[in-house]
């Protein structure tokens, strides 16, 4: 008759569970400390690469720091540049509108007194033949006159380069900002109708049609009259502007501006 004891020799159930729970649990343990192994590799790694990187970010903006700050050094000379030809430019204007202010008498006065010497040259009956004193004196003044007016046209030749170089250097600049304070600063200046036209085509290619309009306007205003050899296409401009055209590029060449001074009383010759 079997007996109703259980076998010690024979494991239960329950423990082989529990062996095999722990079989598993040591398994994942092995794997999670292969994973901390390789996480803790990657991790120095980047700690060790961190400094490299670190000192690459570094000399990049150090780089780029010079490169800004040597851009703002040459704008800054450029700016110092245009502002001292700026002065020098304005002393010539005065100095030239005084030499001409007083040479204009002088001017008039010999060639009254050259045409009424050339008069009497030609009807020598109708008045008496000037002295020799006279005529010697008169040849010294307009010898004297003639040298004075060549050293002025000189000196306006040399300043109308001067600003025609000046305006060069400016067009060549895409913002209108720095042509458009040129012709503010400069409108008496044979170059102004140019130097604002040229400010509003750059407006006008801008997109800035109110602004382009009324510097367009303001030179037809200005500078009306015929020497001004801008006046056909500013006013082609405004009719543009004003059908909300887009603008289209114009080969407009650099010129000058001579307007013809206003006429005024002679004044009485000086014997």
């Known amino acids: 008759m079997p007996s109703d004891k259980p076998n010690p020799a024979a494991p239960s159930t329950a423990s082989r569970f529990a062996w095999l729970g722990w079989l598993v649990a040591l398994a994942l343990l092995g794997m999670t400390g292969a994973e901390l192994r390789a996480t803790g590799a990657t991790l120095r790694e980047v700690a060790e690469q961190r400094p490299v990187r670190i000192r690459e970010i570094d000399d990049q903006c150090q780089a780029a720091l010079a490169a800004i700050a040597a851009e703002k050094r040459l704008a800054a000379d450029q700016h110092n540049e245009l502002l001292a030809l700026q002065g020098r430019l304005e002393f010539d204007i005065k100095t030239l509108k005084l030499s001409l202010a007083e040479l204009e008498p002088q001017t008039k006065n010999a060639e009254r007194n050259y045409r009424k010497i050339s008069e009497t040259v030609a009807h020598p009956g109708d008045a008496k033949s000037p002295p020799p004193e ?32 000046s305006l060069q250097a400016i067009l060549e600049q895409p913002d209108p900002a720095p042509l458009k304070e040129w012709y503010i600063t400069r409108s008496h200046t044979v170059f102004a109708p140019a130097a604002g036209v040229f400010a509003a085509e750059k407006l006008y290619a801008r997109e800035r049609s109110l602004e382009a309009l009324e510097l367009y306007e303001e030179i037809l205003r200005r500078f009306p009259e015929p020497a001004n050899p801008y006046l ?40």
Do not use: G, M, S
Not at 235 to 250: G, K, N, S
Not at 262 to 269: E, G, K, L, S, V
């Open 134 to 165: 006279y005529l010697a004196e008169r040849k010294i003044r307009l010898a004297d006159l003639e040298r004075a007016n060549q050293e002025l046209r000189a000196q306006y030749q040399r300043l109308e380069d001067r600003l025609r170089t």
């Open 232 to 271: 056909p296409h500013c006013r082609e401009r405004v009719r543009q502007i004003l059908d909300a055209q887009a603008y289209t590029p114009a080969d407009l060449p650099l010129q000058a501006y001579f307007p013809r001074p206003d006429p005024t009383p002679a004044p009485q010759a000086i014997d």
